[in-house]
Structure formats: C-alpha cells, structure tokens
C-alpha cells in the first residue's frame, strides 16, 4: 500500500512535471516576444513589408523562368525609403532569361519603352537614350540569382515596374503605387 502510494505520487510528479514544463514554455516565450516588441515589421501585403514608424519599406519580388512577376502591384507610401530585392527564382541563364526591375515615370509606354530597351544588350537593356523615363532599376539578373536597390520612393501615384529583358515586357509588368 504504502509503496504503491509512493509510486503514484512519483508518476504524478513525473506527469505534472513535463506538463508544467511544456504548458511554461510556450507562453513564456510568445509573452516575451510580445513586450520585447520583437515585431519589428509589418506585412502590408504580399511581398512588402514596413518598419514600425512607417519610413521604410522591404519588397520582395520574384521572377522565375516562365517569364512572370510574382507581384502584380506594390504598394508603399509617400517618403519612405524603397528597398528592393528582386530574385530570379529560376534556373535559365542570363542569355535566355534575364531579369531586371524598371521603375518607369509617370507617361511612358511600356511597349515603346521594352521596344527600344530591346536593342540595349550591350547596357543589360536599359537604353541609354531614355534614362529620363527611369526612375530606378536593378541589374539584369539570370537564374538562382538576386540582386537589390535602395530608393526614395517617388511622389504619390501609379508607376509602371516591368522587366526590360526582350520580349518580357508584356508579361512581366506591374503597378507601383505610391500613398
Ligand atoms: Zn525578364
């Protein structure tokens, strides 16, 4: 009798024990991370994230070997500092399937613009003749690469983004938009 009581006394101890120790755990460190303050950004939407006083942005974009964005449209707001990375997520080479992201001025046409970036290879096909018509890009990037700008992000309004590999224009292209 008696050693049986000790026994369940010792199982339960032994129970309680990693209950308490698991049951601890979790909120101790969900607690902490929520005084700590460790969220630090905020995901706005698919691909862009703010820091906590809203004066900067972090993009993510993807292209891949299909000739496709993964982002459609880019939000950000009006003074903030802009960092980009664009990442080939693909495995075809820079030849083949080279991307880059073009911020474009208000006005331009896209389909004028990837026309003439076309006959640009010797400058990654960014034409030399219409730097007025950017307002920013990256490199020209190929497969399992990633490459990254910072910007000022340009005054309110909607901007065309595309990638002025020949030929990529018409699917790779998006809005950029600026609140
Ligand atoms: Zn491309």
């Not at 032994?14 to 700590?36: A, F």
Request: proline share 2%; with cysteine.
């Amino acid at each position: 009798m008696h050693r049986f009581a000790v026994l369940a006394l010792a199982l339960l101890m032994m129970s309680c024990g990693g209950d308490s120790k698991k049951e601890k755990k979790e909120p101790v460190s969900i607690g902490s991370s929520e005084k700590t303050e460790k969220v630090e950004t905020k995901t706005t939407a698919k691909g862009v994230e703010f820091n906590e006083d809203g004066t900067e942005a972090t993009v993510t974009i993807e292209g891949d070997d299909t000739m496709k964005f993964n982002l459609k449209e880019i939000k950000v707001k009006e003074g903030m500092k802009v960092t980009l990375t664009l990442v080939h997520t693909g495995q075809m080479d820079i030849e083949v399937m080279g991307h880059n992201w073009v911020l474009l001025n208000q006005g331009v046409d896209i389909m004028d613009f990837g026309g003439d970036a076309a006959s640009a290879a010797d400058s990654d096909y960014i034409p030399s003749d219409r730097l007025d018509d950017i307002i920013v890009h990256t490199d020209l990037i190929g497969g399992g690469e990633s490459t990254t700008i910072t910007f000022d992000a340009p005054a309110k309004g909607e901007y065309d983004f595309i990638c002025s590999f020949p030929g990529h224009v018409a699917l790779m292209k998006g809005k950029f938009i600026v609140e």
